[in-house]
């Protein structure tokens, strides 16, 4: 089945560790997006890449950095710079023939700094 | 730059429907979409209308888009259990997708 995985689900890490989340499709889109989701504030974009090996700030990008080696793969690096990174981090992609411009999600995993 | 604006919380009876609203302030996105939130779970596309429509029904739900406005509404009809869940309502911002933040419905048994 195509789709996009997110792995772990969850994850817990101490204060001042980089962490690094990982995102698969095997969709075949070329644009893959981060976004970070805090109670009652929606989805903020935290990068997003439109092709390989190209990826763009989004709205959030401090304490982040992200790679696109590979089509199918965009990991984003949560590093001890962000200042609060406890958070539900969702991952999607976008693209395709016929495409109507809409994006799939994965699952998401939740991150705990302590 | 794009917003979208959404009202946080709708509680509703089943059977009832429900309406959730949005307004947004760039019109030229060419489409608006709802999405689907599950507890725990990534978003999932409901329903999308193209902006040159001014209704979309899909079954249970309708998708009612006033230009002039600026408005975006879904309604569920004979809203169920199931339904209950997080509402996003979200247009394309130029290569970006504008996401509101969210509505959570109730649905009360």
């Known amino acids: 089945d195509g789709g996009i995985t997110q792995s772990p689900k969850y994850l817990f890490r101490k204060e001042g560790q980089n962490v690094t989340l990982s995102c698969e499709q095997n969709?075949?889109?070329?644009?893959m997006y981060w976004y970070r989701q805090d109670p009652g504030q929606g989805l903020r974009l935290i990068y997003y890449?439109?092709?390989?090996?190209?990826?763009q700030k989004g709205d959030i990008a401090e304490g982040y950095s992200v790679s696109r080696e590979k089509k199918e793969s965009f990991p984003l690096t949560v590093t001890s710079a962000q200042k609060n990174p406890t958070a539900f981090y969702l991952c999607?992609?976008?693209?395709?023939?016929?495409?109507?411009?809409?994006?799939?999600f994965g699952p998401g995993t939740r991150l705990t700094v302590t | 730059g794009e917003d979208v604006e959404q009202s946080l919380f709708l509680s509703v009876r089943e059977g009832d429907s429900s309406v959730i609203n949005c307004t947004y302030t760039?019109?030229?996105?060419?489409?608006l979409y709802w999405y689907k939130q599950e507890p725990g779970a990534g978003l999932q596309l409901l329903t999308y209308?193209?902006?040159?429509?001014d209704m979309k029904q899909d079954q249970r739900l309708t998708v009612l888009l006033n230009k002039k406005d600026k408005h975006l509404s879904l309604r569920i009809a004979d809203t169920q259990t199931g339904d209950s869940a997080i509402y996003f309502c979200?247009?394309?911002?130029?290569?970006?997708?504008?996401f509101g933040a969210g509505t959570r419905l109730f649905v009360k048994a």
């Open positions: 999607a992609s976008s693209g395709g023939t016929g495409a109507l411009g809409e994006q799939y």
């Open positions: 969709l075949n889109h070329d644009a």
């Open positions: 890449s439109q092709i390989v090996n190209d990826f």
């Open positions: 760039d019109s030229s996105s060419t489409y």
């Open positions: 209308i193209f902006s040159n429509m």
């Open positions: 979200a247009g394309t911002g130029g290569f970006k997708t504008i």
